[in-house]
């Protein structure tokens, strides 16, 4: 029997489109046994074929045999909220493929695997490694750094009640982009990342600031405006978690004015408290 642990990941962190992501304390259990055939317990139907798909194409790109299997699944990542549930189920299910045949776990292989499916590291690296993640495709590679958070900072979810599909929210993307907007991404990053190091939440509400895809994608719900209008009003630091729809607040302190930044809403949106997760995926196998 093979126990997984995958967290769930807010990617992007404003202007650090598809390579800037960070694991968070929200999971996805899974218990794995080979079984007489394919039984998934706790999925929905594109999640188990998510699943499966990936076991299945980390067998094939190993040339491993491929067995039925069961899996049960107890999930507090919710679907399509732009928090790493596609990645948590890609993980999960190369991660099997490997450590069901050799009862061990190379991380960069399950790095790689995991990407060449998913096709953009940013949930994927920090799902497996934890923590705050650079990443970067090089050489059909994948390289990444991870960086200090300070503990000072608080991490507030807002989570509608609907969903938004990253297939979707790309589509919405403009097939290109000024030199100026990307000139403004790049310089963004690093005082970002030492923003988020050093605790300088002054520096971090500017710094968090994107010209590359927030902006289209936060036209798709009308929601999106009246929050993000009361958040900078409250000099607040936020970005749009992956592709949507939640969001994702990062405070130095222990903001209690979320709500009222809620007002006038007309989805149901909840307010969470998250940690960073810094162990990234976790496993263990019991004969």
């Known amino acids: 029997m093979i126990r997984i642990r995958v967290p ?30 394919n039984e998934c317990i ?13 076991y299945q194409f980390a067998c094939e790109q190993e040339q491993l045999q491929v067995h039925p299997l069961k899996v049960e699944m107890h999930s507090e990542i919710p679907m399509a909220r732009g928090l790493g549930s596609s990645a948590a189920l890609i993980v999960a299910g190369v991660a099997t493929a490997l450590i069901e045949h050799s009862k061990s776990l190379d991380r960069t292989r399950l790095i790689q695997l995991s990407n060449l499916l998913e096709g953009h590291p940013d949930n994927i690296v920090p799902a497996i490694v934890g923590g705050l993640c650079a990443s970067k495709h090089l050489f059909e590679k994948v390289e990444f750094i991870r960086y200090p958070v300070h503990a000072s900072y608080h991490f507030k979810l807002l989570v509608p009640d609907f969903t938004l599909s990253t297939e979707h929210s790309r589509k919405v993307l403009p097939p290109q982009i000024s030199r100026e907007d990307a000139v403004y991404n790049l310089s963004q990053i690093p005082f970002l990342l030492d923003a988020l190091s050093t ?11 994107d010209r590359i895809h927030q902006n289209v994608r936060l036209n798709l719900h009308p929601d999106f405006k009246i929050i993000t209008d009361n958040l900078a009003s409250k000099h607040l630091a936020y970005y749009l978690s992956g592709a949507g729809p939640s969001l994702m607040v990062v405070t130095s302190e222990d903001e209690s004015l979320l709500k009222s930044c809620l007002e006038g809403t007309q989805a149901k949106w909840s307010i969470l408290d998250v940690n960073l997760d810094t162990k990234g995926m976790a496993w263990s196998y019991e004969t």
């Open 199 to 209: 605790g300088n939440s002054e520096r971090l509400t500017w710094a968090i600031t």
């Open 8 to 37: 769930a990941t807010s990617a992007n962190l404003g202007p650090g489109f598809d390579c800037l992501g960070l694991a968070i304390n929200r999971y996805a259990d899974f218990i794995v046994t080979i079984s007489e055939q």
């Open 42 to 54: 706790g999925f929905e139907e594109s999640e188990n074929n998510l699943f499966l798909k990936a």
